[in-house]
């Protein structure tokens, strides 16, 4: 069955979400207000790198299922199901989520509303919010015109965009409880092809659905803060972070994904996600439970100082003249995005100690440069190398992972490579003579 569906931001959530509705076979418009973002897009090119969705953006555009618009009123008159895919960033100078992008399309868009829709939010938001939307949504509709507001929020990773959209692991979404609506049975509708794959199918109240997200990100940064704090152990003790990670991860209660130590999370969700998500609990008088997720941040933001320090004591103890080359600026390998990305920090922190930093990255520097213009950044992981006296890996991209010791030994000065990301055969490095360091690796 194919629905007439509106998508309201063209990010990495809303452009893969537009795209992958359309695949399912869906009526789909593409709703931004940068209108520089829909021309690219409407050209069939992405405004950001992620495999995979460029060939389903331009497939479904010359299908003729998906189009892009600015038109608020084009997308209300065009679809029966709206779904908000704005971004939610950390407020400035504070832990709380910002939401004018997620109540501006509420706004924009509930008065222009003529005949029954429902609205499914997906952006990541405080517990609350929707119930509050919902409210305002009533407010704001025309009389008589039935506008139901309901939650789904997207586990997407970046860098699998596609297949986590088209093949969930589940689906949630959260009803309005004090109404009976139709949210359900429009889901049922949209998520026809991957229901029948046999897709968990969970519903429950707004505010349950909201704190999935949430509660579903502050476990994996938690995880991978667990398995930093045991580096930091391992460090002091001459242990092994990696052979402990696979050892405990054995056990099926634990689990090895996301046990991977190193400099730790970034990206535009985990950080901000997990500082909102203590800001609202505080909000909301449940402070005290969250308390950890403090301990979690910190956590994480050490292992970057720690990587700036192993780098130091690389160079003799002062970084001033050094010459590091630093392999990886985005958050994670598969990607452009460089929000909050623990190798940029990196990068930047060691510029400022004095050392010329080269940055090398397979697709994120343009969007380096962009914010962090004073960097050096070079074409190719030699040039990065050139004179270096420490080469850091910072992103595991395929090309870091798979880099042969001697491909960079003859344009290095000092043979030092120190593995932010535990993604090198330490063995393969010393044995062609150079010095290896990681994290929590003795
Ligand atoms: C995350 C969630 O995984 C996803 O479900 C949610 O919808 C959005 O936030 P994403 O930000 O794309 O997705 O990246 P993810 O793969 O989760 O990695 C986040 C960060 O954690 C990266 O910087 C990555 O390098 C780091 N990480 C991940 C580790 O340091 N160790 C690990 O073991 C795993």
């Known amino acids: 069955m194919t629905c007439r569906i509106a998508v309201f931001g063209t990010g990495y959530l809303g452009a893969t979400h537009a795209a992958c509705m359309a695949e399912l076979g869906h009526e789909v418009v593409g709703v931004d207000v940068d209108s520089a973002k829909l021309a690219k897009l409407e050209s069939g090119e992405l405004p950001f790198y992620e495999p995979e969705l460029a060939e389903l953006l331009q497939k479904n555009i010359k299908d003729g299922r998906l189009r892009f618009s600015s038109s608020y009123a084009d997308a209300a008159d065009f679809a029966d199901v709206h779904f908000i895919g704005v971004g939610t960033p950390q407020k400035r100078g504070e832990f709380g989520a910002d939401l004018t992008y997620v109540n501006s399309v509420i706004e924009e868009l509930a008065p ?40 789904n929020p997207e586990f997407l990773r970046e860098g699998f965009a596609v297949a986590d959209t088209l093949h969930p692991d589940r689906i949630v ?61 391992c460090e002091a003790a001459g242990a092994d ?143 990065a190398c050139e004179g270096a006296d420490v080469v850091l890996v910072l992103t595991e991209w395929r090309e870091f992972r798979d880099l042969e010791p001697n491909e960079i030994a003859g344009v290095v000065r000092r043979k030092q490579v120190i593995d932010g990301r535990n993604c090198l055969d330490p063995q393969k490095w010393r044995s062609a003579d150079w010095s290896y360091r990681a994290l929590g690796r003795p």
């Open 241 to 383: 972070v990696s052979f402990l990670a696979d050892a405990i991860g054995y056990d099926a209660r634990i689990g090895r994904r996301f046990l991977n130590a190193g400099i730790g999370f970034g990206g535009g969700c985990l950080p901000k996600d997990i500082r909102a998500f203590m800001a609202r609990a505080g909000e909301i008088g449940a402070d005290e439970a969250l308390t950890f997720l403090r301990e979690v941040d910190n956590i994480n933001m050490r292992r970057r100082t720690r990587m700036v320090e192993i780098a130091r004591q690389s160079t003799g103890g002062s970084l001033i003249g050094a010459r590091v080359a630093v392999l990886g600026a985005a958050f994670k390998p598969d990607s452009d995005d460089v929000r909050d990305s623990p190798a940029l920090n990196i990068a930047g922190q060691i510029q400022l100690q004095g050392a010329s930093v080269s940055v090398f990255d397979p697709k994120a520097m343009d969007n380096s440069r962009r914010i962090f213009p004073t960097l050096n950044y070079a074409t190719s992981v030699e040039e």
């Open 173 to 233: 979404l959260g009803t309005d409880k004090f109404r009976a609506g139709r949210a359900e049975e429009v889901a049922r509708k949209v998520y026809e092809q991957p229901l029948a794959e046999g897709i968990p199918f969970l519903v429950t109240d707004l505010s349950t659905a909201e704190l999935v997200k949430t509660a579903a990100n502050a476990f994996l940064a938690t995880k991978i803060s667990f398995i930093n704090a045991m580096s930091e152990v």
């Open 112 to 151: 222009l509303l003529s005949r029954p829709a429902v609205i499914f939010g997906k952006s990541t938001v405080p517990v609350g919010t929707a119930m509050k939307l919902a409210q305002r949504v009533k407010q704001l509709a025309p009389a008589g015109v039935d506008v139901e507001v309901a939650w």
